[in-house]
């Protein structure tokens, strides 16, 4: 099998359903032969290597590990689902204290035994706020390190695809911005339908006012909708989204998908949240993105909503105030 590079990934959080399915997809993306796999539950995390073993893969040196030091040491990307998983009846933010302390020690471990590494996603939910966290401590640069956002605006296309009866291909451009969560911003001044400004057909007998409020309600409870249908969180979808993301860091396909970014300044400034972004090889490239007046108010209120939980984060004392984090991080404003 070609690999993409020789450089070691390494997986946190690999014995659980996201970080199984992200080794899987990792080596059938045929990424790199040097995959390591860190989980601190040994049991279930040598279950999902004898797994990997049996799928055969050809030119594979995946290893495992439950210490943390000898999993990111030489690690040159790292994607990261480790920390507690969403239940049902949960919401993302009432992960907050516990994920945000994962994301801190995450964070310090990457300045510890991997500084060189060249790009980190983060999955754990609330993962603008976990992301961010992770950069304030890694001491890495705000290019190198994205979350997860894609799901929501890939779920947007797939629910207008459903309303059309039409391929997803033939939507184009469908996004969702701000926080990744219930407070996200629904865009539909960007998405196309057969070529079609999706903005034209809002309001006639082919998408109704009704019927696109629907849409956009299932798009910000789909997370919910896959708890309730599968008595547990999505896994698949944001492990192959995620992978999709480290690829496109490694030199593979760019990602075009929005991201989770850090925002150092303007009326965005010093918080994580989807934008507009294409990660490549040279890092991650972003820009706020400008919709209607009233997407960009979604926008606002959504951003407001990842302050407040910035801001309990600093008061919980697991960050410190927004102009002490360049004693951290020096690259952060």
């Known amino acids: 099998m070609k690999f993409l ?10 014995a659980g359903m996201i970080g199984s399915n992200m080794v899987q997809t990792a080596l059938m993306m045929g990424l790199t032969p040097n995959v390591c796999a860190y989980d601190p539950y040994q049991p279930a995390l040598e279950g999902m290597a004898e797994e990997m073993a049996h799928c055969a893969f050809e030119g594979v040196n995946l290893t495992y590990t439950n210490q943390i030091d000898e999993a990111l040491k030489g690690a040159k990307y790292v994607v990261s689902s480790g920390g507690a998983a969403r239940k049902a009846g949960m919401t993302r933010e009432e992960l907050l204290q516990g994920n945000a302390e994962i994301a801190a020690q995450f964070g310090k471990d ?25 950069l304030i401590y890694s001491g890495l640069k705000p290019s190198q390190v994205s979350t997860l956002a894609a799901l929501d605006s890939t779920r947007l296309r ?25 407070q996200m911003a629904v865009f539909a001044s960007t998405t196309h339908i057969n070529g079609q400004p999706l903005t034209s057909l809002i309001g006639t007998p082919a998408l109704t006012d009704e019927q696109w409020s629907d849409i956009r309600q299932k798009v910000i409870q789909g997370g919910k909708r ?17 992978i999709e993301m480290i690829r496109a860091a490694m030199g593979g396909e760019p990602f075009l998908w929005p991201a989770g970014v850090y925002i150092p ?6 918080i994580m949240m989807a934008a507009e972004t294409v990660i490549d090889k040279e890092g991650i490239h972003s820009k706020i993105p400008h919709g209607t007046p009233e997407e960009f108010a979604a926008l606002q209120s959504s951003y407001a909503h990842l302050v407040k939980l910035r801001d309990e984060v600093i008061q919980m004392g697991i960050i410190p105030p927004i102009d002490k984090w360049h004693e951290l991080n020096p690259h952060l404003k």
């Open 158 to 182: 797939s629910e207008l695809a459903r309303h059309f009866n039409i391929p997803a291909d033939r939507i184009t451009n469908a996004r969702t911005y701000g926080g990744h969560g219930e």
């Open 110 to 134: 990457i300045r510890t035994y991997c500084p060189d590494v060249k790009h980190v996603v983060v999955v754990f939910n609330p993962a603008d706020i976990t992301g961010l966290i992770t």
């Open 226 to 242: 896959i708890i309730e249908l599968r008595g547990r969180s999505s896994f698949q979808s944001p492990a192959y989204l995620s």
């Open 5 to 14: 590079t020789e450089e070691k990934l390494t997986i946190v959080g690999a």
């Open 265 to 270: 300044e303007g009326e965005f400034s010093h």
